[in-house]
């Protein structure tokens, strides 16, 4: 099964508190891509972050960092001091063969991010 | 600047009346998607295509139809026989099709399609 799982629907934090929000995946292939997009209440998915199966290096960039644990099937996502502008609903997803040999993206449900002033 | 424009941004409709929803892109990608998004729910591929003349169908494509006559424009039909049109639909781009599994896609900011 190829599928990706974010158990936490909704998370509610304070303003400068830290944040993770994790992502589990399964997936029949040996190469693969993961990416984290955010969506924003204006409807539009902005891409954050992508990583492929080879590259389980951490990464930070500013205040946002990724957890890559291929061992575990795990792409977590963590804000540090999160900020009101951060809320926002996150999705992980996870690249796919296809039937015709294309990709696609298979898409978690989201998790929704409340940051509270 | 380069993007992807869709519009409407919100459209309803009345049961049993077909409806299409714009897609746009300047972005000379070849590669553009339609996904629907409900409530509580990742985004759903409705249908693909990977160059101009050709598309196909995704995990939920009953219910729609598309047409790609331009490299630019990717319309979605909602038809009368889609069951439970009501959702956030999403068109989105990338490059390349072959390329695809690992091009972050461009999203358009997605039509609400309220059918009452």
């Known amino acids: 099964a190829q599928k990706v799982t974010q158990a936490q629907t909704e998370i509610s934090v304070v303003e400068k508190e830290d944040v993770t929000l994790d992502c589990v995946y399964e997936t029949r292939d040996t190469t693969y891509y993961l990416f984290w997009y955010k969506q924003p209440p204006s409807g539009e998915l902005v891409f954050l972050i992508r990583?492929?199966?080879?590259?389980?290096q951490n990464e930070i960039s500013g205040r946002y960092s990724w957890n890559f644990q291929k061992s575990t099937s795990s792409f977590n996502f963590t804000i540090t001091a999160s900020q009101v502008v951060d809320s926002a609903v996150y999705f992980c997803a996870l690249s796919a063969t296809w039937m015709d040999s294309s990709y696609k993206l298979i898409f978690g449900s989201g998790t929704r991010l409340l940051v509270r002033p | 600047d380069g993007g992807i424009t869709q519009s409407p941004k919100y459209l309803f409709r009345k049961e049993g009346q077909n409806v299409t929803l714009s897609c746009e892109q300047n972005?000379?990608?070849?590669?553009m998607y339609w996904y629907r998004q409900d409530p509580g729910q990742g985004l759903r591929l409705i249908y693909y295509s990977q160059i101009v003349n050709d598309f196909q169908k995704g995990d939920i494509a009953e219910g729609y139809s598309v047409s790609r006559e331009k490299k630019e424009s990717f319309p979605l039909t909602v038809t009368s026989a889609q069951k439970n049109p009501t959702a956030f639909y999403l068109c989105a781009s990338t490059p390349t099709g072959a390329s695809s599994y690992n091009s972050p896609l461009h999203f358009g900011n997605g039509t609400r399609l309220t059918v009452t």
């Open positions: 972005l000379n990608h070849d590669a």
């Open positions: 990583r492929n199966s080879f590259d389980e």
